[in-house]
């Protein structure tokens, strides 16, 4: 069975930082592009941030571009995002994504972690 | 940036209905290599990460009720739920992957029993 499970999430002041991960498992980890999808409070989702099964290619969304930096560990199965100079908003839910065989479809989603930016 | 716009905004449809939710994106996603849409539908109940339903526009998910049907082609789509059942109540969002730096969602309809 695919888990995703995020942790890192908590409460965090204006311009600090802090660092999700995914913890993967049901399938082969390293096959498979990965992403971050937020969803603030009573709104859409947003995507994040994307990573290829190497490494290889990272996208980020122009509103996180420069602050957020996405990475995972292939021999450790674990998805990673570091945020810095966070902003108010950012607070969001954030979920690991895992993306299709042949597209960037979402079929599997983690549970997601509550990141809240305030001071 | 490709924008998706979805309508309604919401919606209420008895038990048993039909339900049509429209997804419109702001230039193809049909990748003229292969045929296909790159096109996806997710349902959302609150406190739950979305579920995929749909994907290359109208490929239903594995285990998604075949009530849910997804149709369109290039930039116009529609996600319908054949007969509205009480657990059908939840968000549902359109997505393309068309691009590969970085899909989008559309903003979400609300689906609620009449």
């Known amino acids: 069975e695919v888990q995703l499970v995020e942790s890192g999430g908590g409460l965090v002041k204006p311009g600090g930082s802090l660092r999700l991960s995914c913890a993967a498992s049901?399938?082969?980890?390293?096959?498979?592009?990965m992403n971050w999808v937020r969803q603030a409070p009573g709104k859409g989702l947003e995507w994040v941030s994307s990573i290829s099964s190497s490494s290889s290619y990272i996208y980020y969304a122009d509103s996180v571009k420069g602050r957020f930096t996405i990475s995972r560990d292939n021999a450790k199965n674990s998805l990673y995002l570091q945020m810095n100079s966070l902003r108010a908003e950012d607070t969001a839910v954030y979920y690991c994504?895992?993306?299709?065989?042949?597209?960037?479809?979402?079929?599997?989603w983690g549970q997601g972690t509550l990141v809240t930016v305030s001071s | 940036d490709i924008v998706m716009t979805q309508s309604p905004d919401s919606l209420a449809v008895s038990l048993g209905e039909r339900a049509t939710i429209n997804c419109k994106s702001s230039q193809s996603v049909l990748y003229s290599s292969n045929n296909k849409n790159y096109l996806a539908w997710y349902q959302q109940k609150p406190g739950q990460p979305p579920k995929l339903l749909i994907y290359?526009?109208?490929t239903r998910e594995s285990g998604v009720p075949d009530r849910f049907s997804g149709s369109g082609s290039g930039t116009d789509f529609t996600l319908t739920i054949s007969s509205l059942q009480a657990e059908d109540v939840a968000v549902y969002y359109c997505?393309?992957?068309?691009?590969?730096?970085?899909?989008?969602f559309g903003p979400g309809t609300k689906v609620d029993i009449k």
């Open positions: 994504a895992r993306e299709g065989y042949s597209g960037s479809y979402y079929g599997y």
């Open positions: 290359w526009a109208s």
């Open positions: 997505q393309q992957y068309y691009s590969t730096r970085g899909v989008t």
């Open positions: 049901g399938f082969t980890f390293s096959s498979y592009s």
